[in-house]
């Protein structure tokens, strides 16, 4: 009788475990607490809109790409078309002017000379490290003989571990002192990392798919199902149950409990192990790193829905604000737009589609939260706020809004249990590069973690090899050969 897997979560990292268990010949059920699969890879409908929640890049849309190959054997790519943006992101300064940061690293040096000349020799070796990064691809399957060949790429990442903000410092010029902080720097995240990215798109990579999150997941999904996989939607847990060291399944929140051999959480970490495990399942490592490890600040996600169709204007823009605006304790000084009025599944033919993603305390707004009248007091201002700041650019833009949504970090802790309302779980900082999370828990059997609280960073790929990871380590204690396929 084939041995029996329960997977907390239908994320990225969930779904990748449960079709590589059922490639491999075990039985599986998903546990989701909500109605739909995605987890944080989600959208949203209101009125004739789709609203994405997640994907603006993906790591592995080039069809030569490893990353590819292993998106394939998920379903994910299949029938999708990839959008690739020219640029990572443009910048307005001095009353309307642009600064464009291509991916092109050619074109991004002619961009950043024509601004400051004065810090040609930091342009120079800022635009000739993004096409190093471009040769070197995330490895999905790192073995100990990949350390020598991806040498020179750590070292990249190790000359870029500081934040944009700690870059902007050896500028010379201050107009690209001003402009690099918005586009680089993110709550003290790594340089690194958007360098890397920008490198993956100059190779051609890092396309965004048409459809968006949704339209990705459900493929996803689809290929779990059609192998047998069990999904049980609207389950919550509330306990991981365990026998003599042993994980042995979850209780629900209905009082139900399921049973199997193994048990894998693709949820969040800090429920999964405070909660769940009830804290008995850790040593002074794992709560050193809940304790001093920073978790990427949770999102305001405002998207409008618009009467105008916008698909032939800019993809984004990042401006700064004419009025600054608070959100609790942070000052909004610059705002940046995405455009998705291009993507005609996700927006509808003839009108227009805008998302902001503003960068918030998550302490403000889970007290806020306790007065509900003042929480959505708090997003309608927000809303008027945002619209103000876009109307510097589109004046018009108030009188074309057919809908507008406000998404606050307890709408992602509402939907899903992310600790902290964060999108990405850990902050890529210069302390988080180097460190490494175990899948496993000190004293705990059969039991695995899977997902963005196992590697810093975050992201879709992150799903994608944690959730196959996990499945293999299965294997390997099983004594079975691993085994994938595409469909």
Known sequence: MAKSILIIGSGIAGLTAGIYARLNGFEVEIIEKNGTPGGLCTSWKRKDFIFDGCIHWLTGSAPESMAYKLWEELGAVQGKTFIQHDYFGRLMYDDGKICTFYNNPEKLREELLRIAPEDKKLILRLTKDIRKFAKYEMPFDFKFSDVFKLMPVFNLFYRYRKS??????????????????????????????????????????????????????????????????????????????????????????????????????????????????EGKYINNRVTRLYRKLKTIPPLVYVSLGLTKDYSKEPVGLTFPVEKPFRIGPDEVKWMTYRNYSFDKLLCPERKGEFCT????????????????????????????????????????????????????????????????????????????????LSQTLPGLTNFYMAGQWVTPGGGLPSGLITGRKAIKMVCKKEGKKFVSGKP
């Open 164 to 277: 944009g903000k700690v870059w902007a410092e050896k500028i010379k010029s201050p107009v690209l002192k001003k402009l690099f902080i918005p586009a680089f720097e993110w709550n003290g995240m790594s340089i690194a990392f958007a360098l890397w990215s920008m490198g993956l798109m100059a190779r051609g990579d890092g396309g965004y798919p048409l459809g968006g999150s949704t339209h990705f997941i459900n493929g996803i999904a689809d290929r779990y199902i059609k192998l047998g996989g069990l999904m049980s939607y609207h389950s919550e847990v509330e306990k991981i149950l365990v026998e003599n060291n042993k994980a042995i399944g979850v209780r629900l929140k209905t009082g139900e409990d399921k049973k199997a051999d193994f048990v894998i959480s693709a949820a969040d970490g800090y429920s999964t192990i405070f909660k769940w495990l």
């Open 357 to 436: 993603m503003i960068s918030s305390n998550y302490e403000y707004w889970e007290n806020l939260y306790k007065d509900r009248p003042a929480y959505d007091a708090e997003k309608k201002r927000i809303e008027e706020e945002v619209l103000t700041a876009i109307s510097q650019v589109y004046p018009e833009i108030r009188q074309q809004v057919e809908v507008i949504d406000v998404a606050t970090p307890m709408t992602f802790t509402r939907y899903t249990g992310n600790w902290k309302g964060s999108y990405h779980g850990w902050l890529m900082t210069d302390k988080a590069m180097a460190v490494q």
